[in-house]
């Protein structure tokens, strides 16, 4: 079973920029959902932007036009690259795929 660990966290500024990292254990060459989540405390978790199962890439609203999903299917990895953060971006993300979750990593973004 693939599993997956995510990097790239951190603390930044708001308008700062992050790139989150997923890498796979095994391939993801079949696995056509993945995704990228995210939760506060006291909240559920909420997908921030995905590869939908039709090969479709999906964002959440509030992300659009600073976030970008990519994959990688010869490294088996998934990445967010995300633009112009804002306090309200800040959360544990989650890589998910395949019906398997990382562990998550903090993102903070504070001045």
């Known amino acids: 079973q693939v599993q997956f660990v995510e990097s790239g966290g951190g603390s930044v500024q708001p308008g700062g920029s992050l790139r989150l990292s997923c890498a796979a254990s095994g391939s993801i060459r079949e696995i056509f959902f993945m995704g990228w989540y995210r939760q506060t405390p006291g909240n559920e978790r909420e997908m921030v932007a995905s590869?939908?199962?039709?090969?479709?890439?999906a964002y959440d609203d509030p992300v659009k036009g600073r976030f970008t999903i990519s994959r990688d299917n010869v490294k088996n990895t998934l990445t967010l690259q995300m633009n112009d953060l804002k306090p309200e971006d800040t959360a544990v993300y989650y890589c998910t795929g395949d019906g398997k979750w990382g562990q998550g990593i903090q993102v903070t973004v504070s001045s």
């Open positions: 590869f939908t199962s039709r090969g479709h890439i």
